[in-house]
């Protein structure tokens, strides 16, 4: 089993920055995939990017390109999550993930039935 906790949410101006952890433990996590996703209210959770378990490749969605960028330190056993130039729109609960490609299944990354374990989730404000 894998317990992910995450951090570093707050409130910050518009153009702000945040870095958000995601520290695991139980299981080593250089095995999984480490998405990250976010919910705003009234809304459905959406993809926001994920880095690889093999060479450390990242992969992000069109929205937050160029704006936020994955990291990971495998001897902390911690995902980071860079967020920069944030705008209100990027309002929301941020929430880390864990996977593991199946075999007989495509692994695209961007899906949350891909990740078997879930942080608790950390808010990011952005104000105007």
């Known amino acids: 089993q894998v317990q992910l906790v995450e951090s570093g949410g707050g409130s910050v101006q518009t153009g702000g920055s945040l870095r958000l952890s995601c520290a695991a433990s139980?299981?080593?996590?250089?095995?999984?995939?480490m998405g990250w996703f976010r919910q705003a209210p009234g809304k459905e959770r959406e993809f926001v990017g994920y880095?690889?378990?093999?060479?450390?490749?990242?992969y992000y969605s069109d929205s937050i390109k160029g704006r936020f960028t994955i990291s990971r330190d495998n001897a902390k056993n911690t995902v980071y999550l860079q967020t920069n130039n944030l705008k209100p729109e990027d309002t929301a609960v941020y929430y880390c993930?864990?996977?593991?490609?199946?075999?007989?299944?495509?692994?695209?990354?961007?899906?949350?039935?891909?990740?078997?374990?879930w942080g608790q989730g950390t808010q990011v404000t952005v104000s105007s």
């Open positions: 993930a864990a996977g593991r490609p199946s075999l007989g299944r495509l692994w695209q990354g961007s899906k949350e039935y891909e990740y078997d374990y």
């Open positions: 139980g299981r080593t996590m250089i095995t999984y995939a």
């Open positions: 880095i690889s378990w093999s060479a450390g490749n990242t």
